[in-house]
Structures are given as structure tokens and as C-alpha cells.
């Protein structure tokens, strides 16, 4: 029995050993796992904090060390989530980001830029929005140089356009200088039919009044003419010597001059010049111009009640006539456009005194006629009503 209890001692205390060595080396882990834990926790909160940065979130302060904690097991779970959370929200928002920069540049038109998925690769990110930046750069200095060059190409034309003008209202900006063009070329047009007759009367033979070089089209014409003149004076002067030695060589010569000078008058009429090379031709008016809108007169067709609005016979057909002295042009384009105000009024072609109803604005206008909205006095407005321009010269003079 006695050396069964021995036995029995040795076999505790070889086991309270092995206990205390198993305790000892089960504890190193345990320190090792908890310096572990607190590395990783540590990175966590670090990266939180670099995840809210400039993002408008706060997922740090659920993802700190304190939050974190190793004896805190039972909130683990909740704080873990949020950098879950964080995580898939900032993926998300580089995605889109991506997907917009790519959409951008497809927008913009730009040459060689990058597959959308390169936007997304962190590995790739960096270089692809580099080469956009500066493609972009690039687009905008393009864009301001083909802005400055219409500002000056319209200027040269007459027409005043500015930077906002271009950016703000590009239809507008457009619009404006497209209708001056057509001026000009309205002028142009009638230019070179007038010199094309002049021409002709001054005997150029296979004049071409469109060619590219005007000043030298125009040479031509001022040498014919030139040498029309000689002839006449030179007819003039043989005519004045042979009415004094035969009457009838007078005659023929006197026939001569009648010829000449009928030219010299009819080029003066395509000029717009008296018989003495004076007072030069007016040009018509330009276009939707201030004058061309003085001789606009339309009339109420019908009235809505119920919506509120008026319908005239103004469209965009309307043409009005100017007429200096003899010369008369009956087709001038006085260009009503939506948005433009006009008065409407009464008695305009009777005896009675004219009476002013309402002011309106334009809303619509198209080939068949117009839609007014009115602006004051729309409950007066009534079908046959007279509508014409505030600047309009008989409703001023009445």
C-alpha cells in the first residue's frame, strides 16, 4: 500500500508539472494572440480612419481600438459591419466615379482614352486619369481658341458675341450670326446682280460676277465703264465738229450719243445714282432689323377664353415692304420670334380714334400664324383687333 501511495504522489506531481508547463506555454499564446489581436485591430482602425477621410463618413469611431476590443466579443459583430459596410459603399462610389470619368470622356469625344474597367483598377486608375486630365486640358484650350475665332469671325461681320453668349445660349449665339450671314449674303446676292447688268450694259463680254476675286471682277467693271465714258465724250466731241460741217453725220452722231448716254443713265439707275452720279441707292433693311418690325401689322383670328391666349395671322411667312424714292423691296423678312412683345389695339383702319387693348408676348409662331399670350389688358382683346410692334410708324404717328 505504502508504495502504491508513492507511485500515486509521483504520478500528481508528474501532472501538476505537466499542468504548470501546459498553463505556461497556453499563456505565451494567449499573449501572442492578444498582441495579434491588437495589430489587426489596430490596422482596422487605420484604415477606417483612412476610408472616412474627406468621405463624409464616420465609420472610425465604431471601428476603433476601444470598439475593438477583445473583451468587448459581444458588440463585435455590430462594429465589424460598419467597415463591411464602409468598405462596399467605397467600392461602389470608385465604380461610379469610374463610370462617370469614362462617360465623360466618351462625351467629350476623346481619342485613346482607357477602357472603363482601367478607371476601376487601382493598378491602372492612376495613369488612366492622368492621360484624361490632360486629353480634357487639351479639349478645353481647343474649345476656347474655336470660341475666340467665331467671336472674331462674328465681330469682322458686324456682329457683337461674347463668351457667355456662346456658353449660356449656343442656339442663340448661332442664330444671331446665322442671320447676319444671310444679310450679307442677301446683299452680296444683289451686288452681284446689279455689276452682272452693269456689265452688260457696258458690253464686258464673259463676265463673271461670282468669281473669288471681287476687287478684280470690279476692276474690269470700273475699266468698261471707264471706256464707256471715253466713247461717250469722244461721240460729245465729233458730235459738236460734224454739226457744224454736215447735218448728216450730225444726225447719225446724234444718235451715237442718244445710245451712250441711255447707257450711262441705265447704270446709274442699277446704281442708284441720279443722272449726274448722285445720291447713292439705300440698301434694304437686314432681317428681323428694327425698321423691317416698324412695318409688321397683323390681326387677332381668334381668341381662347378658357387657356387664355390669342391666335394671329403673324407667321413666320410675314413679310413686309420697304420702298426708297422708286426703288421698292416687298419681301423683307421681319423675323417674329416667341418671345417678342407687341400691343394689340382697336378702330386702327376706321374713323374713330385708334384704342390701345393689351400688351402680348409671342408663344409660338410657325408658317400658319401665331399664339400670343397677353401680358396686360387680355380680357379686352377681341377677334379682328389690329397686333403690330411698339416701334410700329402709323401707330406712333396716330
Known amino acids: 500500500m505504502k508504495v502504491f501511495n508513492v507511485v500515486l504522489s509521483v504520478l500528481v ?36 480612419k483612412s ?45 461610379a466615379l469610374a463610370a462617370a470619368i469614362y462617360n465623360m470622356a466618351q462625351v467629350l469625344e476623346l481619342e485613346g482614352v482607357a477602357a472603363e ?21 487639351l479639349h478645353k484650350e481647343n474649345y476656347d481658341k ?53 456689265a452688260n450694259i457696258a458690253g464686258l463680254k464673259n463676265f463673271n460676277a461670282n468669281a473669288a476675286d471681287i476687287g478684280e471682277s470690279l476692276k474690269k467693271v470700273s475699266a468698261a465703264v471707264r471706256e464707256l465714258n471715253d466713247q461717250l465724250q469722244t461721240f460729245r466731241s465729233r458730235a459738236g465738229q460734224s454739226i457744224r460741217e454736215t447735218g448728216s453725220e450730225a444726225d447719225r452722231l446724234r444718235r451715237e450719243l442718244a445710245q451712250k448716254d441711255a447707257a450711262i443713265r441705265k447704270i446709274n439707275k442699277y446704281l442708284g445714282l441720279d443722272e449726274n452720279g448722285d445720291l447713292p441707292k439705300p440698301l434694304p433693311w437686314d432681317a428681323g432689323s428694327a425698321e423691317a418690325k416698324s412695318q409688321v401689322l397683323g ?12 391666335s394671329s395671322d403673324l407667321s413666320t411667312k410675314t413679310r413686309v415692304k420697304q420702298q426708297a424714292d422708286k426703288i421698292v423691296w416687298d419681301k423683307i423678312d421681319p423675323k417674329i420670334s416667341v418671345g417678342d412683345v407687341l400691343i394689340v389695339a ?18 409660338k409662331v410657325d408658317e400658319k400664324g401665331s399664339v400670343l399670350i397677353p401680358l396686360s389688358g387680355g380680357k379686352d382683346i377681341q377677334v379682328g383687333d389690329v397686333v403690330f410692334y411698339p416701334n410700329n410708324v402709323k401707330a406712333n404717328k396716330k
Request: proline share 1%; charged share 25%; net charge positive.
Open 117 to 137: 474597367a482601367e478607371f476601376m483598377s487601382i493598378a491602372k486608375a492612376g495613369e488612366s486619369l492622368v492621360d484624361v486630365k490632360n486629353k480634357t486640358r
Open 299 to 310: 390681326k387677332i383670328l381668334s381668341i381662347n377664353p378658357e387657356f387664355g391666349f390669342a
Open 346 to 363: 382697336r378702330n386702327w383702319n376706321s374713323d374713330a380714334e385708334v384704342k390701345f387693348v393689351a400688351r402680348v408676348k409671342v408663344e
Open 51 to 95: 476610408m472616412d477621410k474627406n468621405s463624409g463618413t464616420n465609420s472610425a469611431k465604431s471601428l476603433s481600438r476601444e470598439s475593438l476590443d477583445h473583451r468587448k466579443l459581444a458588440d463585435l459583430d455590430g462594429n465589424l459591419a460598419a467597415l463591411t459596410q464602409e468598405a462596399a459603399a467605397l467600392s461602389a462610389t470608385r465604380d
Open 13 to 48: 506531481l508528474l501532472a501538476a508539472i505537466a499542468s504548470a508547463v501546459f498553463s505556461y506555454f497556453l499563456w505565451e499564446k494567449r499573449v501572442a494572440l492578444v498582441d495579434g489581436w491588437y495589430k489587426m485591430v489596430a490596422a482596422i482602425e487605420e484604415s477606417a
Open 146 to 198: 474655336f470660341v475666340a475665332g467665331v467671336i472674331s469671325a462674328a465681330s469682322k461681320a458686324g456682329v457683337t458675341l461674347t463668351r457667355d453668349e456662346i456658353k449660356n445660349n449656343p442656339e442663340a449665339a448661332a442664330r444671331k450670326l446665322s442671320d447676319k450671314i444671310a444679310s450679307i449674303n442677301s446683299q452680296l446676292d444683289a451686288y452681284r446682280k446689279t455689276v452682272s447688268e452693269i
